[in-house]
């Protein structure tokens, strides 16, 4: 029962001891922002100082929530394709690109915004694009604003990942270079707050094991399997 109780809160609260740099630089300057307020509350004693308060302490709990860095080491075998996002798969399908399959996974503001690596390999190129603000969630997102990381594995395998920005995600992050070699699962890139990703795979070499609706994890489910 012990043991039960340790891993259930091991899997609400882990989280806390996982949050990436960029969130804890932000907390830090919150958290000050909260006892300034507090330090004004126990001085006027004014009730709206004592609500600020409050309010700072939750947006930090909200901001080292959303930039969670869950440690994820899963060996992918050589025939697998990695998930690069934590969120839902919203459309599976070729899109421009008739020999091109595209996968595409919505990020709530409620996922880990993280991406991932999608192959063992090179990282051919990247490339970021101008572009709108739509939600998400929207078939317009495709002309968001975005980063194309392009993977290149043996054996001419390619499974480019995308950052794509969200109206409210106006901020991405590669954190590869072009000719930088990567493990399937490795750490890639951030999106701020909600977003998408989206995944490029040549459609006759591939062999796709989710389905749209599916809830996904960067670095642990596996997208596909190579033919």
């Known amino acids: 029962m012990i043991e039960d109780i340790k891993r259930t809160f091991g ?5 806390t001891t996982s949050v990436h740099p960029i969130g804890t630089k932000t907390v830090k300057i919150i958290l000050v922002l909260a006892v300034i307020s507090l330090g004004f509350y ?36 050589d025939d697998e394709i990695a998930c690069p996002a ?34 063992t390999g090179k990282v051919e190129d990247v490339i970021y694009t101008k572009g709108s603000f739509a939600f998400a969630d929207n078939p317009a997102a495709n002309k968001n604003e975005r980063n194309m990381i392009k993977f290149i594995g043996k054996n001419g395998r390619f499974a480019h990942m995308e950052q ?33 990703v989206a995944v490029y795979l040549p459609k006759d070499k591939v062999r796709i094991t989710v389905k749209e609706g599916q809830s996904v994890q960067g670095a642990l489910t596996v997208l596909g399997l190579w033919r």
């Open 42 to 77: 126990f001085y006027t004693m004014a009730c709206l100082q004592l609500w600020v308060f409050y309010i700072y302490l939750g947006l930090a709990v909200f901001v080292a929530y959303f930039f969670r860095d869950p440690v994820r080491e899963t060996a992918f075998a």
């Open 164 to 196: 794509i920005t969200g109206a409210i995600a106006r901020r991405i992050e590669a954190w590869v270079k072009p000719g930088e070699q990567v493990k399937a699962g490795q750490k890639a890139g951030i999106i701020y707050f909600g977003s998408q």
């Open 86 to 119: 934590d969120g839902k798969v919203l459309s599976i399908k070729t899109e421009e690109d008739p020999d091109v399959l595209v996968i595409r996974i919505f990020l709530s503001v409620f996922n880990v915004h993280i991406q991932r690596a999608t192959i």
């Open 11 to 15: 899997e609400v609260f882990g989280w």
